[in-house]
């Protein structure tokens, strides 16, 4: 599996898919998954309002968009804001290795869910995220992206990983 940290907008990233996440109390959308929604004309929000989706913890709901470079985007419900926690964010983890194998995922672009709406630090919760992948049994390693704001300073976030153990470009 190689890790990296890209800081583009949601529409210019190619993968097999893109993973956003979004709260089910937080509304309008915010950062990633809201500039998804905008671009996309409103696909999440029309399914949040007819109540198909709510964001509820470990909720998927995948979107087909042919506008994007990567036409599958996958919304991960991160539950309430105020439960949000790097040990919430490892269970989420764990519960989307399946998911994306069963859809034959090669390479994932991934936010780093919730990180920057909670105050948590993005490197450690990057981190979390690639642990739980670690320690879940995935016949074949899934290639990871974490996408971050640009003024996150992606090329630092990366520095840390590194820093933490975790070589960016590979493991």
């Known amino acids: 599996m190689r890790v990296t940290v890209v800081g583009e907008p949601v529409a210019r990233v190619r993968a097999d ?64 804001s105020s439960a949000f926690t790097y040990l919430t964010l490892h269970h989420i983890a764990e519960a989307l290795l399946p998911l994306l194998e069963g859809l034959d995922v090669r390479d994932a672009v991934v936010e780093v869910f919730g990180a920057q709406a909670c105050g948590l630090d993005l490197a450690i ?20 992206t974490f996408i971050v704001p640009k003024s996150s300073h992606p090329g630092q976030i990366e520095q840390r990983l590194q820093e933490m153990g975790l070589s960016p470009g590979s493991r």
């Open 125 to 144: 919760a990057a981190r979390t995220f690639v642990k739980a992948w670690y320690e879940g049994t995935a016949a074949r390693p899934i290639d990871l």
């Open 17 to 80: 898919i893109l993973v956003l996440g979004f709260f089910e109390d937080v509304r309008p959308l915010p950062g990633l998954v809201g500039q998804m929604d905008w671009l996309a004309g409103g696909a999440l929000s029309r399914l949040i309002v007819s109540r198909q989706v709510s964001g509820r913890l470990k909720e998927a709901t995948l979107i087909a968009l042919p506008s994007f470079l990567t036409v599958r985007v996958l919304c991960v419900g991160l539950g309430k």
